[in-house]
């Protein structure tokens, strides 16, 4: 049965970081796209950084490019993003998407960015 189990959200501070993991299981996690998705109250689900399978390849949405880095360890079947330069309008829950022929979703991670 396929799991994605993200942990690393938090509080932090405005300014501050976070790293999110995202761990895998029962799919071959090497061949999937990953991707990072956010949700905050009120709002639809967006997506925020993806990763190729090799991890050769990313991208990012416009409103975190410079501030955080997705990126992955196939070996460890995991996913990470780091987030730097944390501000208010990042707060939401944070998933992890896998991709290839079907679509995967993990439960998701509170990130809270206040002072």
């Known amino acids: 049965q396929a799991q994605l189990v993200e942990s690393g959200g938090g509080l932090v501070q405005p300014g501050g970081s976070l790293r999110l993991s995202c761990v895998a299981s029962g799919f071959p996690f090497s061949s999937y796209r990953m991707s990072w998705y956010r949700q905050a109250p009120g709002k639809e689900r967006e997506l925020v950084a993806g990763?190729?399978?090799?991890?050769?390849?990313?991208n990012y949405a416009d409103s975190v490019k410079g501030r955080f880095t997705i990126s992955r360890d196939n070996a460890k079947n995991t996913m990470f993003l780091q987030m730097n330069s944390l501000k208010p309008e990042d707060t939401a829950v944070y998933y992890c998407?896998?991709?290839?022929?079907?679509?995967?979703w993990g439960q998701g991670t509170q990130v809270t960015v206040s002072s």
């Open positions: 998407q896998a991709v290839r022929l079907k679509t995967y």
């Open positions: 990763i190729s399978s090799a991890g050769d390849g990313t």
